[in-house]
Nanobody
Framework: QVQLVESGGGLVQAGGSLRLSCAAS????????MGWFRQAPGKEREFVAA????????YYADSVKGRFTISRGNAANTVFLQMNSLKPEDTAVYYC???????????????WGQGTQVTVSS
């Protein structure tokens, strides 16, 4: 139904910034709430941030609160994750996904992108 593609990952020094993008192909994602998750080596996939269908509501994991910002672009088929003050602990593959509402529970997410690698050097 929906295909998602993440981009913007790469290698950055600790304290630096990256901006991740999630773009839908085929159909608009305006009718979905969206979330970002990440998975580091040896760890379970964990919730990072979520945004409501309209973009009026957001929710963040405590580990990224105050440093990361999720937003919807002017185009309905794009979602961003602005990551500032990056730490080595942020190193992971980052995934975007669709959900029926604002939630941090991975079981409520349906469509997933392929992921983009973020590496923070120390």
């Amino acid at each position: 139904q929906v295909q998602l593609v993440e981009s913007g990952g790469g290698l950055v020094q600790a304290g630096g910034s990256l901006r991740l993008s999630c773009a839908a192909s085929g159909r608009t994602i305006s009718n979905y709430a969206m979330g970002w998750f990440r998975q580091a080596p040896g760890k379970e996939r964990e919730f990072v941030a979520a945004i409501s269908r309209s973009g009026g509501g957001t929710y963040y994991a405590d580990s990224v609160k105050g440093r990361f910002t999720i937003s919807r672009g002017n185009a309905a088929n794009t979602v961003f994750l602005q990551m500032n003050s990056l730490k080595p602990e942020d190193t992971a593959v980052y995934y975007c996904a669709t959900s029926g509402g604002l939630t941090a529970n991975i079981r409520n997410y349906d469509h997933w992108g392929q992921g983009t690698q973020v590496t923070v050097s120390s």
